[in-house]
Every structure is written in structure tokens, then in C-alpha cells.
């Protein structure tokens, strides 16, 4: 049992290029969300999903797209990078909303 | 709005004493309040929900509705607490994890 599993790891891009960032779980949960951590701001939501199919905004979900075509995955994609979108951030998952939440390891993002 | 709020963006304190890491919040309901930690290099980690009303690693948590606060407690802190602390909320409505900015919680010998 895995967990939440995020990848990659770290990456840096460059202004303009797109990408996307990887979450994964084994735990069947239903509940999937991605948040930032920025110093002094804490965790912000930025796209959550209450099952296949189903996804919603965040608090600062601008610059972001996110899509849950089966249980397990749930990819954060990048259209267009800019400096303001370096972070690092997480992945979580959850049997449902009143559930405890999992959190994966983090993915530190750089743009330049 | 939904908030939630710390005030402290660093707390240092010998081992031994007392610690009380604060949280306040603004919710117009019943919200759910959970204390998350992130230990370094490790991931986020749930403490304590105050539903629960338990004592994990001697910490506590009281739900004050009249003072919309949440305050992690600890009466004698040890240098394994040294950590990330994170005051979360939950809408009973949508669901979704509201946190707060985080306090470093150093702990010294």
C-alpha cells in the first residue's frame, strides 16, 4: 500500500512551458485534492474532486486545470508557467469529505 | 468568510515548558477543526480533530465557540515536537480543508 504518491519530486521550468505534475493513491479514496504551500500563506486549495469524473475549484485555482478520469489519478497540469506558480505542492486524498485526509510527499516546483 | 488564522509564524521554546500554539477562525456554522504537522523532510501528517477530543503526543486541542479559537496545547514540549503546525477547518458544506499559515514550532534543549 503505497499511499499518496506524487512525482515528480522537483522540477524547474521555464516561463511559458507546461507540464504535469502526477498524484496517485491505492486506497480507493473518492475524495482528491491539490493544495500549495507558500511561506506565510500556509496551504491553499487550488482544485479538488469528489469522484471519477467530478472535479471543482479551489481558492486559487487560476493557471491550473486538473481532470479525474478513473479513482486513482489525479493530474495537476500547468498551461502556461510563470514565477508566480513556484511552490510546493501537495496532493491529498480522503475515503470522503469527513474523512481523514492523506497527504503525499510534495512536488517543488521552480519557474524561472 | 471562512478563515482561519495563526498568529505566530514562529514559536520558540526551551524543552520542558509549557507550549500553546494559537488558532482563530471565522465560520458562520459548526466546522470541524483539525490540527495538521509536518515534521522536517517528512509529509503532512494529521494530529488531532477536535471531535475526537483525544490527546495525541500530549498534545491537546479545545474547541472555544465563544472565542471561535482552537489552541493547541502541550505542557511540556519536547525537541521531537519541533515541526510545522497547521490549524485547519472543514465545511460541513462542500467539504473542503481551509488552512491556516502555519506555525514553526521550535523546540530547544
Given at each position: 500500500n503505497a499511499g499518496v504518491t506524487q512525482t515528480p519530486k522537483f522540477q524547474v521550468l521555464k516561463t511559458?512551458?507546461?507540464m504535469t505534475l502526477q498524484c496517485?493513491?491505492?486506497?480507493?479514496?473518492e475524495y482528491m485534492s491539490w493544495y500549495r504551500q507558500d511561506p506565510g500563506m500556509g496551504l491553499r486549495l487550488i482544485h479538488y474532486s469528489v469522484g471519477a469524473g467530478i472535479t471543482d475549484q479551489?481558492?486559487?485555482p487560476n493557471g491550473y486545470n486538473v481532470s479525474r478520469s478513473t479513482t486513482e489519478d489525479f493530474p495537476l497540469r500547468l498551461l502556461s508557467a510563470a514565477p508566480s506558480q513556484t511552490s510546493v505542492y501537495f496532493c491529498a486524498s480522503s475515503y470522503g469529505l469527513s474523512h481523514e485526509q492523506y497527504f503525499g510527499p510534495g512536488t517543488r516546483l521552480t519557474v524561472t | 468568510a471562512q478563515r482561519v488564522t495563526?498568529?505566530?509564524k514562529l514559536l520558540s521554546v526551551f524543552k520542558g515548558a509549557p507550549v500553546e500554539l494559537?488558532?482563530?477562525?471565522?465560520?458562520?456554522?459548526?466546522?470541524?477543526?483539525f490540527w495538521y504537522v509536518q515534521y522536517s523532510r517528512q509529509r503532512l501528517q494529521l494530529l488531532l480533530r477536535h471531535i475526537s477530543?483525544?490527546?495525541?503526543?500530549?498534545?491537546?486541542?479545545?474547541?472555544?465557540?465563544?472565542?471561535?479559537?482552537?489552541?493547541?496545547k502541550k505542557p511540556?514540549?519536547?525537541?521531537?515536537?519541533?515541526?510545522?503546525?497547521?490549524?485547519a477547518l472543514r465545511a460541513l458544506v462542500g467539504g473542503k480543508l481551509i488552512f491556516g499559515q502555519g506555525t514553526e514550532l521550535s523546540v530547544k534543549p
Open positions: 511559458g512551458q507546461s496517485a493513491q491505492d486506497m480507493n479514496h479551489g481558492e486559487v | 495563526q498568529p505566530e494559537k488558532c482563530n477562525y471565522s465560520y458562520s456554522g459548526s466546522p470541524e477543526l477530543r483525544e490527546s495525541i503526543k500530549g498534545f491537546t486541542a479545545d474547541l472555544n465557540k465563544g472565542e471561535t479559537s482552537f489552541h493547541l511540556f514540549a519536547q525537541e521531537e515536537d519541533s515541526a510545522m503546525y497547521y490549524c
